[in-house]
């Protein structure tokens, strides 16, 4: 599984849009691309990236068109943009902001400064897709280094059992419904019923158990209903 955050990059000059693929991949991420606002909407639809990079310009719905949409709808709501803008114009940087972009840039530009300006916007707005380690309790997940231990127990985990606690330990005593975990989790398949979520939180409370008993089993709560929750009191719990 490639861990990288996904980047959804719409740009309708297919050789800007290489480029910037180019370099996010190289850099690490994970890149779908869309040519106009009906191709970006259908993968937004699909998947939810960890941050759109997006044009102003764009054939149908513009940019800001598409910025302010997503804004105003709850799924998508919190989703970083990174506004691409060939107007240098001060009105229209505002304009941009306005329409909830976190941040814009100003073509033509360099790979480095689109890479810095990324981060920046990643680590402000989804700390947990910046690859950065998080720490809950006794429990600690490092995405860069594959790595899970609570305390000073190592936690084995296979890659969707990974990506589940990854994303469970990013907003703690929050219940997600089996379809937002679909979602964030599973991101491409959308045809997987929801069942199998309950399959592998199954398997992610029993390698929690292997490795510190039932305290850690007990971490995973059902929420009758609702969904799953990490209980951030019960991740106190040393390991036995
Ligand atoms: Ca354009």
Redesign the pocket.
């Known amino acids: 599984m490639n861990g990288g955050p996904r980047v959804l990059v719409v ?3 297919a050789a800007i849009a290489e480029l910037i693929a180019v370099n996010l991949r190289y850099a690490g991420y994970q890149v779908a691309l869309a040519a106009d606002s009906r191709a970006a909407q259908r993968e937004i639809d699909q998947q939810l990236p960890d941050a759109v990079v997006l ?4 054939p149908g719905d513009s940019g800001l068109t598409l910025a302010r949409r997503w804004r105003t709808q709850e799924r998508t709501r919190q989703v970083p943009i990174l506004m691409l803008t060939a107007r240098a114009d001060e009105t229209d940087r505002v304009a941009g902001l306005d329409a909830g972009a976190d941040d814009y840039i100003i073509k033509p530009f360099s790979s480095k400064e689109l890479l810095a300006r990324l981060r920046a916007v990643l680590r402000r707005r989804a700390p947990h897709a910046a690859g950065q380690t998080i720490t809950a309790g006794a429990l600690t997940l490092d995405p860069a280094a594959w790595r899970v231990t609570w305390g000073s127990a190592p936690v084995k985990l296979g890659p969707t059992e990974f990506k589940l606690l990854h994303h469970l330990l990013c907003a703690p005593d929050r219940v997600h419904s089996r379809a937002q975990l679909l979602d964030k989790v599973w991101g491409d398949h959308v045809f997987i019923e929801e069942r199998t979520v309950d399959v592998h939180v199954k398997r992610l409370r029993e390698s929690l158990r292997n490795a510190v008993g039932e305290a850690g089993a007990a971490a995973i709560e059902t929420v009758r209903g609702a969904g799953y929750r990490l209980c951030a009191r019960a991740l106190a719990a040393p390991a036995q």
Do not use: F, P, Q
């Open positions: 740009e309708d000059e044009d102003w310009m764009l």
